[in-house]
């Protein structure tokens, strides 16, 4: 790998991981998709017009690359006992364990886009700018649609575990 791939490999490769991580609950799937989508950023790396930031046009990549993963898998990811590695809190070991298996139960039970929308604003940080080019969607689409995707999380999480403990 050159220096200018090997940079931006090493400068992403966390962040796309924990997403792909996120979404299929399954490490070694996670590994192969992040693969891929490196694969086929480096390839199409002439494509890459500096209208949006290289975080966004990965995201974008990394995103196409697992929707590609699902249409062409027939099963729904399961729940593995590496989720526990996913989540971090201050709370009893139990406690923790507890919520975190719960956030990634109700994570699981959103759609792709909702999930992507929390995942992407609230776990990479992203502008909705960044969100907006991801998803290929307007500015204002992007906050409808993470506002839905977090008040349906609460809504679920509630029914679920009687609300988010802080």
């Known amino acids: 790998m050159s220096a200018p791939f090997e940079e931006i490999y090493e400068t992403y490769k966390k962040a796309i991981y924990t997403y792909l991580l996120r979404n299929t609950y399954d490490s070694h799937i996670a590994e192969e998709l992040t693969h891929d989508t490196f694969m086929k950023a480096f390839k199409q790396i002439h494509s890459f017009r500096h209208e949006s930031s290289l975080k966004t046009w990965l995201f974008t990549i990394a995103r ?14 399961e729940h593995s006992e590496e989720k526990h590695e996913l989540w971090e809190g201050g709370k009893s070991e139990f406690e923790a364990m507890v919520e975190r298996d719960g956030i990634l139960f109700v994570l699981s039970a959103l759609n792709e886009k909702e999930r992507t929308y929390i995942l992407l604003r609230d776990q990479q940080e992203m502008t909705y700018q960044e969100m907006s080019e991801v998803l290929g969607e307007k500015v204002g689409s992007v906050k409808v649609g ?6 349906k999380f609460k809504d679920t999480y509630t029914k679920e575990y009687g609300g988010i403990r802080n």
Do not use: I, W
């Open 64 to 77: 196409n690359t697992y929707l590609s993963y699902q249409n062409k898998s027939s099963t729904k990811f």
């Open 146 to 151: 993470l506002f839905r995707a977090r008040k």
